[in-house]
């Protein structure tokens, strides 16, 4: 870029040359078709100068050329004589821009040519007199010319020594960033597999009734599994090598997602979390449902780690496009907020508000920048809008797919009624929190259209409720407790009453008001509006219902031993039929051995990986007359992982340490669907 600006430099400058040689060329008497022959050549230099699509080299050499031109033409008249060094000068200053020392040592050679041709009396100059004056002008004159010669060619070999100490050095920082990038890349991968088997061995012991200490050996071993899954996510993000995998996923989900992330978190400030899904949101959608999930989760813990009272508010809707839909997550807390400074740094990565060593908010700084990046890899955007001590809002925007238009929630036709909202504005200390759940409510009641009336005390709600036939009453734990006994006989009425309660709050033996656990969020409070007092199963459907594969005789194949215990304990869970084998070769003799429905194929094996393996049993499959699908369970779980072993044949894909759900989602895509059944889950 710098040399393109140059040769624009040098083109405006032979251009005011140019008219001054026209000029010359007019008051002198010299040639006179000389003159419309720079103005055509000079039009034809900003031609090329102005187009992008020249080579750069080609282009200055034009310059050059047409510059040579001009300064024989001009020097080759006897009158020009003594200003053949000025103009040799000045051609050489401007043409030093361009770093060719060529150019320069051409200049000098025309300089001397053009000597030769005025003391020699060639035909085209004047005879040079040859008097001690006029012998001194040309010596001065030489020795300027040579002065400022040495002088460009030595400021051109200091530009080009400098420029390439700066590609060196920007190569060896480029280098040293990869190298880092590698090795993060390569621990975060060799640590699942030793993760893993912490998580699955702590899973067995909590099985057995270990206590506490297993419970905070697996919260440790999430914490570190999550951070490891950081690592790599930022390595990626850093590489632009980002690779999004489709899948359909439901609206509901992702919510349920921020619900149980927030429920499942420690939270000793208190902190509310209000939810504000838009009804409309189509109910299913296609995209990267694990980005969204990552998504999600570095917004809310950014937002809970510095936040210190308060709460904080999430909101989800969708714009119609061409393409689908915008969906836009939003998540805006009451914590300590960022400067200017602060929210350009995010995006540049490594980005922390509190880099001491006695830092209170915990993290490894990486999860704003890794929503970034994963936002920009789906062709989204993120938005901060934030001051210091005033809460900050991120906003995330990425185009999706639409597979299913309808809205996610919807109010059954046969609902008649107002409902009123029973919440006392002076209980937040922090106002932000009446907004919050303010905009929620006035959200939820436009988007399924039912009439939503605020009543702030007892005598409202009594008002309200004669005034309007209320069909539904919802308030806070402390509204209730507050007049627990009016409300209870409000609830032996025909108005459904619900109290969005903590999780340990318990109601009075046979009370008929309806419990809904925090956070309150838009799927519930549907329910209840369709439902009534007799609704069940609060949380998002996708949770309740485990799905179960009994007896499938499943091959599990892993070197490692633990690997094996783990997978063993978690797949039987699900009352499968489990073998094992510790290598390629022993599964593939086993495989011919025994009739499996299903075979877990790690990656990296010693004697032949699990790549090979695979196609080999595959092989035998078919000279047995048999299909049975190939599921990779593997630690390298880079972006495209999954495209990388379905390409090479593999029926199915999932990542070191084992997450359930993808663990269940991957069965009930390979497994005939009349092998699977369903059973409650359990809730902890």
Known sequence: MGQLNNGKVIVFLVTLASVGMIIENILMGWEFWVTPVIVFAVAGLWAISLSEGMDDRLRKFFYFGFALLMVFYHGVHGTSLFDTALVAVLVMSAFSMLNSIYMINAFLIEYFILLFIHFAGLPGGDP????????????????????VHYICIRAINERLYAEEEKRVRDERILANDESMEDFLSNISHELRTPVNVVNGMSDLLIKRGAGYEADSIKTAGVRLSYQIEDIQDYTECKRNKVFIEEDNYMSTSLINDVVTSFRMSDNPK?????????????????????KLHKIFRHLLENAVKFTRKGGIYVKMFTEE???????????????IGMDREAIRSVSEGMYQANRKRNRSSGGIGLGLFIVYGFAHSM???VKIESDKRSG????????????????????EDSFEGAVLFHVRPDKYKVPRLRDFY????????????????PAETVYEVERLKEKLNASHVFMGQEEYEENRGYFEELAREDIVVAVSAEPDFRLPENSRVVLIPKPLYAYPLIKVLNEGRNVKELNCTESTMKPVFANIKALVVDDEPMNLVVATSLFRDYEMVVETAGSGKESIRKY???DYDLIFMDHMMPEMDGVEAMKQIKAAAADLGRNTPVVALTANAVSGAREMFIKEGFDGFIAKPINTSDFERVMLHVLPADSVSYKRRDVK
Not at 330 to 335: I, K, R, S
Not at 438 to 453: C, D, E, Q, T
């Open 592 to 594: 011919r051995d025994n």
């Open 128 to 147: 040079f007199v040859f008097d001690k004056l006029n012998v001194l002008r040309i010596l001065l004159h030489i020795f300027i010319v040579l002065f």
């Open 379 to 381: 062709g989204g955007f």
């Open 438 to 453: 303010r905009s929620m409510a006035a959200n939820l009641a436009s988007g399924i259209h039912v009439p939503l009336y």
């Open 321 to 335: 496009m061409g393409y689908g839909v915008n969906l836009t997550i939003e998540m805006t807390d009451t914590g």
């Open 270 to 290: 208190d902190l509310e979390l209000v939810v504000d899904l838009n009804p409309l949101t189509p109910a299913m959608m296609r995209g990267d449902i694990k």
């Open 392 to 411: 900050t809002t991120v906003r995330v925007t990425v185009p999706q797919k639409v597979t299913d238009s309808s809205p996610c929630l919807k109010l």
